[in-house]
């Protein structure tokens, strides 16, 4: 059996690796398929080697191999194989290779439980922290249930790394095995007080993905979550709590009015945007929610359209954008807040990018009064005239009619005007011919609704006759 061994081990030095597998395929374009089908079976036979440094070999080129599409689900003993070696460098290639091509329904998964233990108990932190980071992609309910212990055991451990790593797995045992979140919460929920911020943060994204399921569960944490957002200056998980006081407050509006000042605070001294972003979108949650409670809210609500302001004024489209659909949220409860930025929102329409004048044309259909309609209309057709693309002329054309006509036409006070305004947009490019029968209807509609104006509609129907788009549309 040795001299067998020492026979396979001079044949096993003329290998590839996997430097070379790589090598090979790059050198091998035109026939790529069949040096693969060729190396996968020399892989096959160093797999069937009793030489565990030769199987790790092969498997890190499997490795390579999935990641190209190829299918290794047929190693998979073998892959368990490496991820028992007493060597660090070997089992690391075995776990990266079940992260890579284990699920939860992979079947050999049932012969690791007492590996996977022993290496979660291991006094080399990297071996528990990969196997904790492995874990996480092919945890089954099975391996959930048998090793939750294990796990917590972790959350106890004197290295942050490990307790860190432990936290996040948590969350991954809890959808696998929810029977585990009960007894698993009060060690949890200490997590949140560790003297390490990264143990803190990984604790609190945990119960904020929790939470965003039954958001009601976690009420009693709002003290320790109250405490680290006005002590933590961590950014990330400063988001992530502002969230979940977004998610709280609907179900607890006492606690809406103890945040308004602490957010109020950040908002004024964050840098970050994506911080600011959150902050005014809770504050707007919060003051939707307290609003028959806390008249006096005036001065929150115009410092978050003010910082919106800066949002939207910024090179960044993403930025701009978010800045719009807050503005939106402010504009269904404090109009007044939002039409003073009336002209920074009609500079939007310029835009290059059509989500953000669509985004804007939403904004200015809201802010619509009797003093500023016909402002808004000509600003919206002089769109409508250099518009390019139908379907952004369509949307203009659309929203001019709906803003006009909303209400049984409640902000038009001259309806001459607004039979003049229909007639020119008929005879605007694209508004004949997919716009006919809508135009025609509104100018009947308002002939029939205003009996003043039936001469001055009736003259101005003949004009339409001139317009063959809307003779054919109608037709």
Known sequence: MALQKVKGNLERMFDKNLTDLVRGIRNNKEGESKYIAQCLEEIKQELRQYNLSVKANAVAKLNYLQMLGYDISWAGFNVIEVMSSTKFTEKRIGYLAASQSFHQDTEVLMLATN?????????????????????????SPDLARDLANDVMSLLTSTKPYLRKKGVLLLYKVF?????????AFPRLKEKLEDPDPGVQSAAVNVICELARKNPKNYLSLAPTFFKLMTSSTN???????????GALTPLEPRL???????????????SAMSLLYECINTVIAVLISISTGMPN?????????????????????NLKYLG???MSKILKTNPKSVSGHKDLIMGCLDDADDSIRLRALDLLSGMVSKKNLMEIVKKLMTHMAKAEGT?????????????????????????????????????MEGGGGGHGKILAQQMMDVAIRVQAIRPFATQQMALLIDNSAVILSRG
């Open 115 to 139: 590996m996977i233990r022993k290496d979660l108990s291991s006094t080399s932190m990297y071996e528990a922290g990969l196997t904790l980071s492995s874990l996480s992609c092919f945890l």
């Open 256 to 270: 809406g009015k103890k945040l308004i000042e602490p957010l109020t605070n950040l908002i004024h001294s964050t």
């Open 391 to 427: 379907t952004y002329r369509d949307e203009l054309l659309g929203k001019i009619i709906q803003i006009c006509s909303q209400n049984d036409y409640q902000y038009i006070s001259n309806f001459e005007w607004y039979v003049s305004v229909l007639v020119e947009l008929s005879q």
């Open 175 to 183: 959808l696998r095995y929810p029977e585990a979140l009960r007894p």
């Open 235 to 245: 950014n990330w998980m400063l988001i992530k709590i502002i969230k979940l006081f």
């Open 324 to 326: 719009l659909l807050a």
């Open 297 to 317: 809210h005036a001065a929150s609500i115009q410092l978050c359209v003010q910082k919106l302001r800066i949002l939207i004024e910024d090179s960044d489209q």
